[in-house]
Each structure stands twice: as structure tokens, then as C-alpha cells.
């Protein structure tokens, strides 16, 4: 039985197909469009699904959207008739898209879907999931679990915005909700809003933001935004806010309480007050996750905890959960925000709706595959790609030779693209589609941010591990295959700071040595980590093992192979384009090995304003 799920018309819009339960491919529509968090519907990448299963529409039984657009019109015109006269003007913007598109979403996916095959039958193979169950599907079904407490967090589906379930074997039941207008998610977009980010882009700024100040208005918040309960279950104080009817997320009452009005995007300087309120809103997180857990827990008796939902993003909160004996065993899954859901979809409808049996694999081996479930190309393909566009490159005999070239870069202080194998499904860079770079060098953070990304200097980069020495560097000895768990540094690889370097407030705090492997340690002495295993990845791990031999590091820099604006690459072609728009020294794609010395001059692209501010 084969199903192809789909999530679309909201942000991140993906495809997924699973065959008998086994995820066979999936992919963001982002990574073929080359718009970020494109929303609108994944032709590419279902094209690419079932190119990769060499079938076609007609031989898939079920096409499965991952959430219900009637009961997504129905909160809205709630809302609009509970908040009435105020937001009127919202209101009058919103129904036209909802009339003429978003409503009638059967006839419009019908449509796309006949594109792929005139006669398709959306009576017997439409199916539609709720968006909270499509999170706490795909967090389960393929966690190494065969029972687990399912938390889901985002800004909001339906009408859910935060959903406890329990999974077991094949089935998934919905315990607990919260609903909207009470919204985690939406209140930490909120505060990234307010201070000056773009709203389901910029959160995770706001985290990395973090770090650089104290969290001095924690108490505020709770004691004003919300009202919460021992057990994490809470409600905000909607007077603070203006997501519901307007066009921003909070109002003048909101800036009156913490006494600045909203930072303007780009043009006003980020000073200690708004890292003051990333501080804040991140503990206040925090906080509520931690109490969700114990209380779930405490309920259900279970130490198994599965995340999904754009929230389970917030790697910081998650490593908390673990580092402080929250929860025994975590799994998250890797695509968590609304690209998982068409993944999700899948999964239930083939584990739920048709209630098909499930396979628990191993931790190491999860359902996800590494998450390694894009687009690869054939070496062959690549060459003659990467000629079209006029690339110079050297083909490396073999896999060693290969591994020794990228390594030998690496070790020579090189910032390397590296383009491998099936790109990754979700946000985080897995060394598939990935930059690299040499941790050890104190430089190298900010080169690689202003240089390379072209984005804001205080950005943290984390640091790819190989899974056997992971506690040669970090407190933790647990698997982080998808950079979703944020860890302490060893203290015996840490420099202590003197007075000086101490007293110093925020974005100061930056340029301050802080362990043998400056470029990964952020001001706190954490790292976002990525345990890198030779089951699911042999030939990333085979080149920072080589890394290793050639310098007594265990360690590389990992971003994801993008600038600042722009989707991660996909293609050769993509890779070849970023590598001549930026200042990275080498890339290799396949066996082929370019450095940027022998390249024309003239295919140099301006890269540094090529894509729309995140």
C-alpha cells in the first residue's frame, strides 16, 4: 500500500511517500522552488517522490493532506465574531484568499493532483488529517519507541495549538489540548516579532539570541502574558496581543509593559534589552515545556517522550529535558514543523486509518533514515551538471580520494561545501547539503557568518561529532542524529574567563575564547550537536574520522549549505551557484573537487543580496 502525504498553503509545503510503511522519500517544496518556506503547492516534490519510487500518481492507493481547511475556516470566522468590531479590517483581507482559494481546498488539490493524473478519483483517495495528529504521526511512527508519550507544539493547526497523545504499536490517541488563541508557538514568535525578527523565520534567532542576556523579564511574562498552571497548561492574556484580528503580533499595551516600542527589522541596532527579552522568553519556554512533561508523566506513566510540532525546533529546551532527568529516552522528529506533516499524514493514514502494523526499529536506525530521504545524483549526472554551468573541477579516483581532498581542506583552515548523497529532510544540515569548517579556528564563526552566510555575526554554528567520541567534548553520551539537543561543553576542553571578559554584556561577549573549539562554543559554553553514525551516514563520517587522523579532532563545523535568505541547496547546479556567490574556498559535490583559485572570475554571483531577508 502506498500513500502520499502532502502539506501545503500555509508555509513549508512538502511531500512524502511512504510504501507499506516505509518512508521512501521526502522533500520540501522549498529546496526545487528555490523560495524559502514556499507555501505553495509541492509540485516538485511530488514529482520527485514518485520519480524516486518510479511510479506514478495512479499507482499510489491514498493521497493524504495534512490538516482540515473547514475547521481552520471555522477558527477564523470564531475569532473574527468574538474579537468583533475590532480586527475588521484583518477580517476583510483575509476572506477573498479564503473564498477563493483556501475553502474550497478539495477542488483545488483535485485539481493539482489531476495535473499528475487526469482521471484522479478524490472520493475514494482524498483523505484529510487534523494538523495536530499529522505532528504527533510523524513524531512517533518512525521514533525507535513502541510506546511513547507524544507532545505536539506550535503556533497553532485548527484549532489546537499544543497536543499531548499516546502512542502504542500502531495506535495514536489524543489526550490532552490546548487551544487557540493559547499558543506557545505564537507566543515566542510573538517576542520575535517584537523584537525585530520575521515571524516564522526568526525564531530561531531569538534562541541562538539568547544566550547573550539574562533573563530578567521571565517573571514579567508569566505574571502578565499568561496564566499558568503547576501542570504547564496555561492561557495567555489576549490584551498583550494582536494576532488574533490584526496584522502584528503584539500591541501598544505589550510594548507599554516592557516599556520599548517594536524593533524595525534591520534598521534599528540589537541592544542588551532585546537580548534581555530573548532571554526571557526562552526560559519562559523552557519552563512550560518542562512542567508539560512532568505533568504528562505523572499521568501516564511513561519515560518514552516523542516531539513534534514547530516548537520541538527549540533545540535548548529539549537538551534541557534530558540533561535535567525530565524524560529518560527523547526522540524528535527532524522535519518538526509543517513539512513533517505531510509525512505525518501518511503515516497515520496508513498506520491509523487503515491500521496496517507497525515495525519498531532500533535507535540508531530509525524509520527516518537519517532524514537522508531527498534528491541524490549519480556521479555522472553531476559532472555533466556541474559542466553546464561552466564549473572547473578536478574527479577524485575514488571515495578515499575523495575524503582525503575534502579533509585536507579542512584541516588547512578551508570553508568546504559539501553536496552528498540524498538531501535532508527538514531544517537542520546533516552533512549531506552542509558547510564545513575546522572548529578549532577562533576566526572561523565570524568568517563563515560574514562571510559565507551573510547574516548577523552573534549566530551560533554547530558542531558535527563523531558518535563514538561524543563525550571527549560534550557532557552528553546519547544520540543527537538531527541536531535537535543543545549540550555543555566539556569543562576540561573550556578556558576559564578572566574578569574582564566576564563583565562584559552582549554582543561583547562574542569575540571571547572560550574552549579548544572556539568556533562551535557558544557564550553560554553550549553547542547544538550532531552525532554523526557510521549506519546512516558512512561517508560523512568516514571524512571527519580522516579529519580526525590528520589533526586529533573529532569535530567540524556544520551549517547548512545556504546564505542568509536562501533555501538549503539541492541540486549541483544550487551548490555550484552559492560556492561562486560567496567565499567559500572549496566544494565538492560528488567525487568532483572545485576550488574556488580555478574558477572563472566571471561566473562570481552577488549573493549577498540575491535572496529576501530571514
Known sequence: MRILGVSAFYHDSAAALVDRGEIVAAAQEERFSRKKHD????????????????????DVDYVVFYDKPFLKFERLLETYLAFTPK??????????????EKLFQKTLLTKEFQKFEPEFNWENRLLFSEHHLSHAASAFYPSPFEEA?????????????TSAAVGKGHDLRVHREIFFPHSLGLLYSAVTYYIGFKVNSGEYKVMGLAPYGNPVYKDLMIEKLMDLKPDGSFRLDMQYFNYCTGLTMTNERFSKLFGRPVRGREDDLLDQFHMDMAASVQAVTEEIVSRLVKGLIRQTGLQNLCLAGGVALNCVANGKLLREGVVENLWVQPAAGDAGGALGAALLAYHYYKQQPRQVNSNRLDGMK????????AQDEVERRLKACGAVFEVCEDEDALVEAGSSALANEQVVGWCQ??????????????????PRSESMQKVMNLKIKYRESFRPFAPSVLRED?????????????????????PEICREMTGEEAALFGIDKLNVNRSELPAITHVDYTARVQTVHQETNPLYHKLIKRFKDKTDCSVVINTSFNVRGEPPVCSPEDAFKCFMGTEMDALFVGRCAMYKDAQDPALKIDYKSAFELD
Open 87 to 100: 480586527g475588521f479590517n484583518s477580517f476583510r483581507m483575509a476572506m477573498p484568499i479564503w473564498l477563493k
Open 149 to 161: 508519550l507524544v507532545l505536539t507544539m506550535d503556533g497553532v493547526g485548527e484549532w489546537t495549538t
Open 39 to 58: 507555501s505553495a503547492f509541492p509540485e516538485h516534490a511530488i514529482e520527485f517522490c514518485l520519480d524516486h519510487a518510479g511510479i506514478a500518481l495512479k
Open 370 to 377: 537519517g532524514s537522508y530521504l531527498g534528491p541524490e545524483y
Open 470 to 490: 561524543v563525550t571527549r567534548y560534550f557532557a552528553m553520551d546519547v544520540d543527537s542524529p538531527y541536531m535537535l539537543l543543545v549540550d555543555t561543553v566539556r
Open 421 to 438: 548523497g540524498g538531501m535532508e529532510f527538514g531544517p537542520r544540515a546533516l552533512g549531506n547539503r552542509s558547510i564545513l569548517g575546522d
